[in-house]
């Protein structure tokens, strides 16, 4: 079982995720999105596991599949984890850029 720490970032991954995927929507750019990057600032490489999961249950369902994603993994010595996504569409253009602080005590 996760720790009450892990957990809390989850959750909050999950959470800013869905936060982007509706920024996305509002723009309607969220249908156009082909790919999107992310760049996780965490102390350890669980946090790319967890934004995996995060990624697959947090992007909405009507939508398909999650687009294809980049994850890079930036090691950082504070212990909550903070993530930067951009959102791109086939050809190239940036649709979203958005930055998430603190994880573990909210996105």
């Not at 990624?55 to 950082?76: C, F, I, N, T």
């Amino acid at each position: 079982m996760p720790s009450p720490t892990l957990r809390s970032e989850l959750d909050a991954l999950r959470r800013a995720v869905r936060a982007f995927a509706d920024g996305l929507a509002t723009r309607a750019a969220l249908g156009a999105t082909a790919h999107v990057e992310a760049v996780l600032h965490a102390p350890d490489a669980e946090r790319v596991f967890q934004f995996e999961a995060a990624l697959k249950s947090a992007w909405p369902k009507g939508e398909g599949r999650p687009p294809r994603h980049e994850v890079v993994w930036a090691a950082a010595a504070q212990a909550n984890a903070r993530l930067q996504l951009k959102a791109f569409d086939d050809d190239g253009r940036l649709l979203l850029r958005e930055s998430y602080g603190r994880l573990a005590e909210g996105a």
